[in-house]
């Protein structure tokens, strides 16, 4: 007898003081030089690990560690596994994609500000009712800011499991955060978005394992 399926088990949010280490698989880091983070996923937490500088940045020089005597670490609780992460190169942004939407958070607060679906589950047909199971969404494959932090490139996959380039205009969402930069107010309290502006989309004959924008040029790949 052929016995139901499993129903995948909730990740419930974690808040940990320090992760040391990474659990499973790790196969994206990304590092911010406006402040000197490193940022990669680790289980169901998004971990931002500040390194600390050199005195003068010259040879031998020895590191200036914070007040603990050790790396100072933040982390973003997230209830589905994400697969490829990107820091903006002001550390202004952080964008986080899981096999179903494209997550955009302000970096410095951990506060979402874009909760973007990227994949629509296909109709189900009467042999999917029988029991048959659904391929589950694959992962994305790489995400990227451009330059000037306007844009943001995801390669991923669709429900038909196409190979896909889009890239998505976070422009207002950038002007939105100057000006509560700008007002007495500090505090970011945007509504949370569910579509950014989608500037290009292209699906791929061929499979990509890497692609980001050129760090010289904010329009090109």
Sequence with gaps: LNSPPIPPRKVKPMKPSRIIGCGGEVKNLSWSNADRSLTFPCNNSIVTVKVPGTGDEGAGSEPVHDGEGDFSQSFISVTTPVSVIAVSPSSTLLAAASPKHLKIYHASSSRLLVNLPIFKSPPLTKLDEQGTSIPPPLPPVAISFSIDEALILLVH???QRRLCISIY???ELLAEL??????SNSDIHLPVRKVIPLVAKQTSDFPISACKFTPYEPTKL
């Excluded at 100057?178 to 007002?183: L, R």
């Design 169 to 171: 205009s976070v422009k």
């Design 178 to 183: 100057e000006k509560v930069a700008q007002s």
């Design 157 to 159: 996959y669709d429900s």
